[in-house]
């Protein structure tokens, strides 16, 4: 590029009580402090307007003392001013201005920066010439498990405080790096194999359970918390306005007299380690202050309490009937006034898994969600309106925080209109749905009009995670236990890619059944119709591309190994597994999808529930008999059809689902009628197995 030409410098030197974040640049809507330039530390606040963005500062102390006034200088003007007009010549990628997340990372990157300088004894930024640049690029290239994406993003970081300078009021004449000059490529590390998408999609094994008790939760529990929630608040409000009489004293001596005449528990709670008793709800049972019990306490008669309590906890159980039950069972015996925070918190949880999960829209966007925004419907579908924020700019090309309304609205599902009802009895009126204040459950505090943020969010997963395991214990249903995920914690981003493999690979078991993913995959994608920035059907094609070239490595592996096959579409299926080599691995993006899913000769479809392939072909499917589609319904796999194929691995199947149903129709308990279809059943899936012993071929054999 050619030399920069010569930029207007801000005019005046900021001083110590300048704002750091000038008004022009604050957000709508933002009425709080605003750092001044000389303060140790510049919340990045009033530049966010999105609720559910993290709220990051810039802390200046974690500078090295030699250029902390350098930098400081040079991003007051990233923050304030736009980039160069000359700067952006030729630079479509480029914006004039990045959001406040990007923003706080870049500092993070010139701190690194300083960091080095400073290790070399350098005078600080300004002798940062292009030469040292370069060094720089080079030690970052060298350093273990450096990836040409962060070295990229570095590298613009370092590219941006050079191209601010030019514009600052005291600028350095620090020269446009150079790989500005020359092209970044050469200043990169080596290009490593690239595997999948990073973001590990959410085991079956483990996101199975986390999805049925997030429902139960919503659908089965959310009352009764509710109301427990509701209780307890009454007696929380009882307690503290209750006052100090003679007549309130008296009746807290003789409600603790009469349970310790009988060494019976006292209501008490856990604080720090400590068993304490509960005065707050002693004090609304009996009508006294809590006050009163403390002063009591103190007193030479009652001085002994504390350790009675530690020996003799008991509960403070709410007057609240338990309605939700699982398979009949009563979820839980009590609901205690101690526990009810805690259950709201994981109800919030569990709606936020749900509403995640179940709609495919990004994390960002379920947190700017309100009340409202999913209206009843007079007739159809329910529908969710929201803001979106990626790809959201303003009128000049630049992110814009505040992102902006849906044009088409997301399609609701049942499961999630049903959280969306029960966060509107959680949160006040027009109110964020998860907002931050109103999901504390602890004390009352006012809205800063923040929602919960992603790392609070995943430790609430693993609070709910542990709770769920804990009460599948408890009601004798092991099974039910959520099992860890292999691939670590679940963070927030996971659920989107989540639902894109599940539906892709429609697994059975906990997670659901092939149908419940066809019907969910048509919704899903009828909210995003129109919408191809939203992405989903992009993930959906690259998982369900995915899933189709691992069953066709896996199936051509196997034929090599001397597997056989069987079925009408046995030939089409060994014939789509040969081209497996070419392309298995390297599905990363959606023109690698589509030119997978494009090819009726690579249309194989493994289904486990039904325990066979269908190799698929529109004129032949006996799922359609009506409309032909591009996909088979797998819920609907009929035994005559002309898509059907079976590998040894599935006749093995068959044989030992024959056993187990005939097991379960010799049990004692099976009634008669049902033990018959059940051994009808597995007698079908013996005869199954019988023909493709009979008919299987090897690949040799099937090879003209």
Same mark, same amino acid.
């Given at each position: 590029m050619s030399a920069p030409s010569p930029a207007r410098p801000h005019p005046i030197l900021p001083r110590a009580d300048t704002p750091a974040i000038v008004p022009e640049r604050v957000v709508d809507g933002y009425s709080g402090p605003v750092a001044a330039y000389g303060a140790a530390v510049w919340p990045l606040e009033p530049l966010i307007a999105n609720p559910g963005a993290d709220r990051r500062s810039v802390h200046w102390a974690g500078f090295p003392p030699r250029s902390r006034e350098e930098f400081r200088l040079i991003a007051w003007v990233m923050i304030n001013q736009a980039l160069p007009d000359w700067f952006l010549v030729g630079r479509s990628a480029w914006h004039s201005r990045i959001g406040a997340s990007v923003l706080y990372a870049t500092v993070l990157e010139w701190r690194n920066l300083a960091y080095w300088l400073d290790g070399r004894g350098d005078g600080g930024l300004a002798t940062c010439t292009p030469t040292v640049m370069s060094q720089y690029a080079r030690h970052l290239a060298a350093r273990p498990g450096a990836s040409r994406s962060m070295m990229t993003k570095t590298l613009s970081a370092l590219t941006r405080l050079c191209a601010f300078d030019t514009i600052s009021p005291a600028p350095l004449g620090l020269g446009l790096p150079p790989w500005d000059r020359e092209g970044i490529d050469d200043h990169l590390p080596v290009q490593a194999s690239r595997g999948e998408n990073t973001t590990e999609p959410i085991a079956p094994a483990t996101m199975g359970p986390l999805l049925v008790w997030a429902l139960r939760m919503v659908d089965d529990f959310a009352d009764d918390i509710l109301k427990a929630w509701q209780e307890s608040n009454r007696l929380t409000a009882r307690a503290t306005t209750n006052p100090a009489t003679p007549a309130s004293k008296a009746a807290l001596k003789r409600y603790l007299e009469d349970l310790t005449?009988?060494?019976?528990?006292?209501?008490?709670?856990?604080?720090?380690?400590?068993?304490?008793?509960?005065?707050?709800?002693?004090?609304?049972?009996?009508?006294?202050?809590?006050?009163?019990?403390?002063?009591?306490?103190?007193?030479?008669? +009652?001085?002994?309490?504390?350790?009675?309590? /530690?020996?003799?906890?008991?509960?403070?159980?709410?007057?609240?009937?338990?309605?939700?039950?699982?398979?009949?069972?009563? +979820?839980?015996?009590?609901?205690?006034?101690?526990?009810?925070?805690?259950?709201? @918190?994981?109800?919030?949880?569990?709606?936020?898994?749900?509403?995640?999960?179940?709609?495919?829209? @990004?994390?960002?966007?379920?947190?700017?969600?309100?009340?409202?925004?999913?209206?009843?419907?007079? %007739?159809?579908?329910?529908?969710?309106?929201?803001?979106?924020?990626?790809?959201?700019?303003?009128?000049?090309?630049?992110?814009? %925080?505040?992102?902006?309304?849906?044009?088409?609205? +997301?399609?609701?599902?049942?499961?999630?209109?049903?959280?969306?009802?029960?966060?509107?009895?959680?949160?006040?009126?027009?109110?964020?749905?998860?907002?931050?204040?109103?999901?504390?459950?602890?004390?009352?505090?006012?809205?800063?009009?923040?929602?919960?943020?992603?790392?609070?969010?995943?430790?609430?997963?693993?609070?709910?995670?542990?709770?769920?395991?804990?009460?599948?214990?408890?009601?004798? /249903?092991?099974?039910?236990?959520?099992?860890?995920?292999?691939?670590?914690?679940?963070?927030?981003?996971?659920?989107?890619?989540?639902?894109? +493999?599940?539906?892709?690979?429609?697994?059975?078991?906990?997670?659901?059944?092939?149908?419940?993913?066809?019907?969910?995959?048509?919704?899903?994608?009828?909210?995003?119709?129109?919408?191809?920035?939203?992405g989903i059907h992009e993930l959906l094609d690259i998982e369900t591309a995915r899933a189709t070239a691992d069953t066709l490595t896996t199936l051509n592996e196997d034929l090599a190994g001397g597997t056989g096959i069987s079925g009408p579409a046995a030939r089409r299926a060994v014939q789509a597994a040969a081209h497996s080599p070419a392309f298995a691995g390297s599905i990363r993006t959606p023109r690698q999808a589509r030119d997978i899913l494009d090819n009726p000769a690579l249309a194989v479809y493994d289904n486990p529930h039904s325990l066979l392939m269908c190799v698929y072909q529109r004129d032949r499917a006996l799922c359609h008999r009506t409309v032909p589609t591009d996909s088979p319904s797998l819920d609907r796999c009929q035994p005559a059809c002309a898509n059907i194929a079976r590998t040894d691995d599935h006749a093995h199947q068959l044989l030992r689902r024959a056993t187990s149903l005939d097991e379960q129709a010799r049990s004692q308990a099976v009634p008669g009628p049902l033990s018959e279809r059940l051994s009808r059943r597995a007698a079908r899936l013996r005869a199954q197995a019988h023909d493709h012993a009979r008919d299987r071929t090897t690949l040799q054999e099937s090879t003209p």
């Open positions: 005449s009988r060494g019976a528990p006292v209501p008490s709670r856990q604080m720090l380690g400590k068993t304490l008793i509960c005065a707050r709800y002693v004090a609304a049972v009996t009508g006294c202050s809590p006050v009163q019990i403390n002063a009591l306490a103190s007193t030479q008669r +009652w001085q002994n309490l504390g350790e009675y309590v /530690r020996r003799h906890p008991g509960p403070c159980p709410l007057a609240v009937p338990i309605t939700g039950r699982v398979e009949g069972t009563p +979820w839980t015996t009590a609901l205690d006034y101690t526990e009810a925070g805690t259950l709201m @918190r994981h109800l919030g949880t569990a709606c936020f898994i749900v509403i995640a999960y179940l709609t495919g829209m @990004r994390p960002g966007e379920v947190m700017a969600l309100r009340t409202g925004c999913c209206p009843d419907p007079p %007739s159809g579908r329910h529908l969710i309106h929201g803001r979106v924020f990626k790809g959201s700019s303003d009128e000049e090309g630049n992110h814009n %925080s505040a992102g902006e309304l849906r044009d088409v609205p +997301w399609v609701a599902i049942p499961p999630v209109v049903a959280a969306v009802r029960v966060l509107e009895r959680m949160v006040p009126t027009g109110g964020l749905l998860f907002d931050s204040a109103a999901h504390t459950f602890q004390h009352v505090r006012t809205s800063d009009g923040t929602s919960l943020g992603y790392e609070g969010l995943r430790a609430r997963t693993d609070d709910f995670v542990h709770w769920a395991s804990a009460t599948a214990r408890q009601l004798g /249903r092991p099974h039910e236990q959520i099992p860890d995920d292999p691939h670590g914690g679940i963070a927030v981003a996971r659920f989107r890619r989540s639902l894109a +493999w599940h539906i892709a690979r429609r697994p059975g078991g906990l997670v659901a059944l092939a149908i419940q993913y066809g019907h969910l995959r048509t919704s899903i994608s009828a909210g995003y119709a129109s919408r191809s920035r939203d």
